[in-house]
C-alpha cells in the first residue's frame, strides 16, 4: 500500500463521521429551505424582504465586525508582550489569558450582568464618584453586547497570537533595528508580515464565534439587539417555524464560509510566501 492509500485509509473513517453528522445535517438544512410550495428561492427572498430580519442580520454582522477589531487591537499587543516575556513569566501570562476560558459563557455572561446592571458595580462607582446623578442604562444595548463578547474572544485571540509571535526570531528585529529602522518600521516591514497568518486565523475565530454567539446576545441584548442566533432560537423554539430557522442557519453558514474564504484571500494577498 502506498503512502496516499495508507493515508486515505487512516483518515476514511474520521471523513465519514464528519460527513454523517456534519455535513448530511447541514445539506439537510439547506435542503428545507428549497422545498417550500411557493418558489425554490421563496424563503430567502422573504427574508431580505423583511426590514426586521435584514437589521438583525446587518446588527450581527456589525457587532461580530467590531468585537473582531477591538479583539486585534488588544490581542496583539498583549500577545507580543506574552511572546517576549521571560519563560517563567510567560508561563504565568498564558494562564492568566486561558483563565477565563476555564469558565462557562453562560456564567460570564451573567457576571456582566451585575457589572453593567443599573444597580451594579459600575453604577454604583460613577454615582460614588460623582459623575452621574442616576443610573445610567447600559443593559440591553449594542455596546453591552460589544463589551462582553470583546471580554470573551479576547483570550483566543491571544492565545492564537502568541504561538506565531513567539516563533518570530528576537535576531530580526534586532537586526532591523541595528540598520537603522523605526519601532514602527521594524513592526509594519518585520512583525506585522509574519504575524498576518495569526491574524487571520485569530479573526476568523472571533468574527465567527461573535456572529453565531447565541447566549451572550440574548443575556446582555434581548429582545432589543436581538442577533442571529438568538433569532434562529426564536424562530426555531419559539414559534416553531422549521423552515424560518432552517434559512437563518443557512444564512449563517453561508456569511461564516465566506468570511473563512475571504480571510484565507486576505492572508495570501498579504502573505504571499505563506500562500
Known sequence: MTDRRLA????????LLVALFLGLPVLSTFGTTFTTDDGLFATYEAFFQSRFRRSVLWRTMEVATI?????????????????R???TLKSLLIVAAVF????????????????????????GALERLGLIEEPLTMLYTQGAV????VYL??????LTLVGVLDAIPEDLTDAAASLGATPAATFRQVVLPMAVPGLIVGAVLVFTGSFTSYATPQLLGGERQMMMGTFLHQRAMVTFDWVGASTIAAIM?????ATVWGMSRLANRLNPVAG
Open 8 to 15: 486515505w485509509a487512516l483518515a476514511m473513517p474520521a471523513l
Open 253 to 257: 453558514v453561508v456569511v461564516t464560509l
Open 85 to 87: 516575556a521571560p519563560r
Open 100 to 123: 477565563p476560558l476555564l469558565t462557562g459563557v453562560v456564567v460570564r455572561s451573567f457576571a456582566w450582568l451585575v457589572i453593567l446592571g443599573r444597580n451594579g458595580i459600575l453604577n
Open 67 to 83: 468585537t473582531t477589531a477591538i479583539s486585534v487591537a488588544i490581542g496583539f499587543p498583549t500577545a507580543w508582550v506574552v511572546a
Open 153 to 158: 474572544f479576547v483570550p483566543l485571540m491571544i
Open 146 to 149: 460589544i463589551v462582553a463578547m
